[in-house]
């Protein structure tokens, strides 16, 4: 079979297994492969040491993977809703649009695999191999190249007719196929998303800087969150989706049907003070089986302390109570610093008695600096939040 009626009969069996949009792409050295080392010795990348580990692989994937000669690029659109998180039932806070259903890599990777199964079918002797997420890719830079849209400002990915709500993935292959043509940025002279966001994690165009942004806090830093930061979380337990509520190009964007992107019961039968009270055979029964798994119990439990303190929900204060004999040193000192943010008194004897008998040093200094008013906010009675249809700083 030609190349050309072979790269025709991927792109349409992509699309009948639900990718979405597919796209094909050459393999080779990465354009951006400067700008990704710029932004790793500028410290953007905070605690992701992966990023700097696999950053030859990620410039260049022919150093994994010689074989390789092109990409097939999928698109997947995922926008489960457009309304604000905390005008449904369940959870008064804010989870990040992409995992509020399944694990979408699950999904993803699925689809992925029964393509690349039919590229082996198709093509006798063909080699692939499946990322969605999880592997030393530029998946943005590779959609790109693909024709499934132009970078935004915000550094997501935006279909050509609109609409940043994607998940990515690719299937590598040794076959050269006829490559997509690219398609041009539109963004113009709009600012949006950098205006937007509330942490200044968008400083210039095209770059973001993880350490300022809320993703990064509520899922990839493992320990403390430090202190100055936890304002910037917000009512924001898990991601962020700011940059793209405000972004023009998904105004019209439609929601998608499928069950696989839909609110769970993870989310839809639970309330901030049970996120709070979560231990680990609770976690692990409901969220292990979600996107949520990834920062772990400890992380989520200590984002819902800290949306508690940010908040002032009076019902997950008082579980917050708690969990000041947590196991988790870092759960703890959550809990310490939301409690210090309570305005009734019962919550100052509680940390009195905790402080009495904590053993771990950063844990006591954490009670110590709530008990002394350091972790109250600037002006009581004016909770800092972000909200769904735009920003609020108060």
Not at 267 to 285: C, K, M, T
Not at 348 to 362: G, N, S, T, Y
């Amino acid at each position: 079979m030609e190349t050309a009626a072979l790269a025709r009969n991927i792109k349409e069996k992509g699309l009948k297994l639900g990718l979405g949009a597919v796209g094909i792409a050459p393999i080779v050295p990465s354009e951006h492969a400067g700008f990704l080392q710029g932004w790793l010795a500028g410290g953007r990348a905070g605690e992701m040491s992966w990023m700097g580990r696999t950053a030859e692989t990620r410039s260049d994937l022919r150093r994994r993977f010689p074989w390789a000669r092109t990409a097939v690029a999928a698109a997947v659109p995922y926008l489960p809703y457009k309304e604000d998180r905390r005008s449904q039932a369940g959870l008064v806070a804010h989870v990040a649009r992409y995992a509020v259903g399944r694990d979408y890599h699950v999904a993803l990777v699925t689809r992925l695999r029964a393509l690349a199964r039919f590229i082996e079918a198709e093509a006798a002797g063909a080699q692939t191999r499946v990322y969605a997420d999880t592997g030393p890719v530029l998946e943005r830079e590779l959609a790109a190249r693909a024709g499934l849209g132009w970078f935004g400002k915000n550094t997501n990915l935006i279909g050509p007719r609109g609409n940043s709500w994607l998940l990515l993935g690719e299937v590598l292959t040794d076959l050269d196929l006829p490559s997509d043509a690219p398609v041009t940025d539109r963004c113009g002279t709009c600012t949006a998303c950098l205006d937007a966001c509330p942490t200044g994690a968008i400083p210039v165009p095209y770059l973001v800087d993880s350490t300022r942004c809320i993703s990064y806090l509520t899922i990839e830093i493992r320990g403390r969150i430090p202190p100055e930061r936890r304002p910037d979380l917000g009512d924001w337990v898990f991601g962020c989706d700011i940059c793209q509520e405000v972004c023009p190009w998904n105004r019209k964007t439609e929601t998608v049907a499928e069950d696989a992107f839909r609110s769970g019961p993870h989310l839809e039968r639970r309330e901030l003070e049970d996120l709070v009270r979560l231990d680990e055979p609770g976690f692990a029964a409901e969220f292990k089986p979600t996107a949520l798994e990834r920062p772990r119990r400890r992380g989520l439990v200590r984002n819902a302390l800290i949306v508690a303190g940010n908040t002032g929900n009076e019902r997950a204060l008082r579980a917050a109570r708690e969990r000041l004999s947590d196991p988790d040193a870092v759960v703890r000192g959550a809990a310490a610093w939301a409690l210090g943010r309570a305005p009734d008194g019962a919550a100052r004897r509680v940390l009195e008695r905790a402080r009495a008998v904590e053993i771990d040093p950063e844990v006591r200094d954490e009670m110590s600096a709530a008990l002394d008013g350091s972790a109250r906010p600037p002006s009581a009675g004016a909770p800092r939040t972000t909200s769904a249809q735009g920003v609020k700083t108060l």
